[in-house]
T-cell receptor
């Protein structure tokens, strides 16, 4: 149980295009999902908290208009990187928080999406 | 503010050696969770353990064991008889159990463990 999927696993795009990344909790419902960014050999940096049915909460320094988050259902959150530029190239990871049962409050992570902007 | 410190940036051991990964945390909350995650070269974070701040019992799961000591704000992770497959980056993390930052994880910088055959 507690499987989180991400799609795509990797994407290469041209500068100026938008990229959408999907995060799905496959066998549990997640009212809250989180989006992280990880640079090589660094820790995870929280970008935003995504709550089902409401606006995402962004961390300080993260551009809301740049990184659009939609959490339309209890099993799906999407991150859209708008007008991507090379500096947006990174490893993006989502997590879903279980809110019931023995694993309550545990975050389960997706496999990540490697974005390369040319 | 919460903070998690993993002082060991990299550890290198030979297979079958025991290895301990240190984790020290700071928080003003009385109720919180501590976690360990493993990130193998594939990149996916694998959940290993969650510990509630009220539960100081140590835990053992196969070759893995965890030592939680509130008195020293530490949550150390020991791998017994390490194997090459244990090679990965290990992250210690902390989250509040309530409040405005409920559920947000604060990660340590990670420890790169390399187990040589």
């Amino acid at each position: 149980g507690a499987v989180v999927s991400q799609h795509p696993s990797w994407v290469i795009c041209k500068s100026g295009t938008s990229v959408k990344i999907e995060c799905r909790s496959l066998d549990f419902q997640a009212t809250t999902m989180f989006w992280y960014r990880q640079f090589p050999k660094q820790s995870l940096m929280l970008m935003a908290t995504s709550n089902e049915g409401s606006k995402a909460t962004y961390e300080q320094g993260v551009e809301k208009d740049k990184f659009l988050i939609n959490h339309a259902s209890l099993t799906l959150s999407t991150l859209t990187v708008t007008s991507a530029h090379p500096e947006d190239s990174s490893f993006y990871i989502c997590s879903a928080r279980a809110y019931s049962g023995g694993a309550r409050d545990t975050q389960y992570f997706g496999p990540g999406t490697r974005l390369t902007v040319l | 503010a919460q903070k998690v410190t993993q002082a060991q940036t990299e550890i290198s051991v030979v297979e079958k050696e025991d290895v301990t990964l240190d984790c020290v945390y700071e928080t003003r909350d009385t109720t919180y969770y501590l976690f360990w995650y493993k990130q193998p070269p594939s990149g996916e974070l694998v959940f290993l353990i969650r510990r509630n701040s009220f539960d100081e019992q140590n835990e053992i799961s196969g070759r893995y064991s965890w030592n939680f000591q509130k008195s020293t704000s530490s949550f150390n992770f020991t791998i017994t008889a390490s194997q090459v497959v244990d090679s990965a980056v290990y992250f210690c993390a902390l989250s509040e159990a309530g409040g405005t930052s409920y559920g947000k994880l604060t990660f340590g910088q990670g420890t790169i463990l390399t187990v040589h055959p």
